[in-house]
C-alpha cells in the first residue's frame, strides 16, 4: 500500500498563477485534509472533506478551494496564487473520527513557492 | 482557536527525561500527539479520549485533563530518535470532525 500520496512534491509559481494539488489514499479511508504548514504556526487546517462528494472549510479556507469528486482523490485548488500562499502543504486521511479509529495519516507533503 | 503547546523548545541529553504540555480555552472531547521529523510528514504517536486511560507508546506516555482541559507527553530515557517537533491536536466534541494543532514543540536530544 502506498497510504497517502500528495503531487507534485515541489512547485514554484508566479502571482496570479494557478494550480491543483493532488491527494490520493489508498487506505478506503472517509476522511480526508488539507492542511498548510507555516515556521512556528504549527499545521492549519485548509478544508476537509468527510466523504466522497462532501467538502467543509476548515480554519485558512481563502483563496484556496476543493474537491472530492471519488473516495480515493482530494484536489486543492489554488485559483490566483498570493506570495502569502508560500508554504508546506500537507494531505492526511483518516478511517473516521469515531473513538479510537481516528488516526490520520499524512502525506510526504508539497513545497510549493509563489513569487 | 489553536491549543497553546509549552515548551516552545527543548535540549536534552540522552537519557534525560522530558515533559510537554498541550493547553485548550475549550472542553475537549480527545487529544492526539504527532511528531515530526525535519523534512519529514508527521507521524502518529497516540490518541487520548476523554474518560480514557493514561496512554503508552514505547518509553512515551501521556495524560490527559479533561478538567483542566490540557494534555501532557511525558518521554522517559529520552534516545536520539526522539528529536523532532511534537504536535499535539485537539478535537472539540465527538463528530466535530476535525483537530485543531498546536505550533509544536521541538526536541532535540544531544548524545
Known amino acids: 500500500n502506498a497510504g497517502v500520496t500528495q503531487t507534485p512534491k515541489f512547485r514554484v509559481l508566479k502571482t496570479g498563477q494557478s494550480m491543483t494539488l493532488l491527494c490520493a489514499q489508498d487506505m478506503n479511508h472517509e476522511y480526508m485534509y488539507w492542511y498548510r504548514q507555516d515556521p512556528g504556526m504549527g499545521l492549519r487546517l485548509i478544508h476537509y472533506s468527510v466523504g466522497e462528494g462532501t467538502t467543509a472549510k476548515g480554519e485558512v479556507p481563502d483563496g484556496y478551494n476543493v474537491s472530492r469528486l471519488k473516495k480515493q482523490n482530494f484536489l486543492l485548488g489554488l485559483e490566483s496564487a498570493a506570495p502569502s500562499q508560500t508554504s508546506v502543504y500537507f494531505c492526511a486521511s483518516s478511517y473516521s473520527l469515531a473513538g479510537n479509529y481516528n488516526e490520520q495519516f499524512f502525506g510526504p507533503g508539497t513545497r510549493l513557492t509563489v513569487l | 482557536q489553536q491549543p497553546v503547546q509549552s515548551p516552545q523548545a527543548v535540549i536534552l541529553r540522552e537519557g534525560e527525561d522530558a515533559v510537554i504540555n498541550c493547553s485548550s480555552s475549550?472542553?475537549?472531547?480527545?487529544v492526539h500527539w504527532y511528531r515530526q521529523k525535519h523534512g519529514e510528514a508527521p507521524v502518529f504517536l497516540m490518541i487520548l479520549l476523554k474518560g480514557g486511560e493514561q496512554k503508552g507508546h514505547d518509553k512515551i506516555s501521556a495524560s490527559f485533563n479533561e478538567k483542566k482541559q490540557q494534555s501532557s507527553l511525558y518521554l522517559t530515557a529520552s534516545q536520539l530518535s526522539y528529536s523532532g517537533t511534537y504536535f499535539c491536536?485537539?478535537?472539540?466534541?465527538?463528530?466535530?470532525?476535525?483537530?485543531?494543532f498546536g505550533t509544536g514543540t521541538r526536541l532535540t536530544i544531544i548524545p
Open positions: 475549550k472542553a475537549l472531547y480527545s
Open positions: 491536536g485537539t478535537e472539540q466534541g465527538f463528530g466535530n470532525e476535525k483537530l485543531t
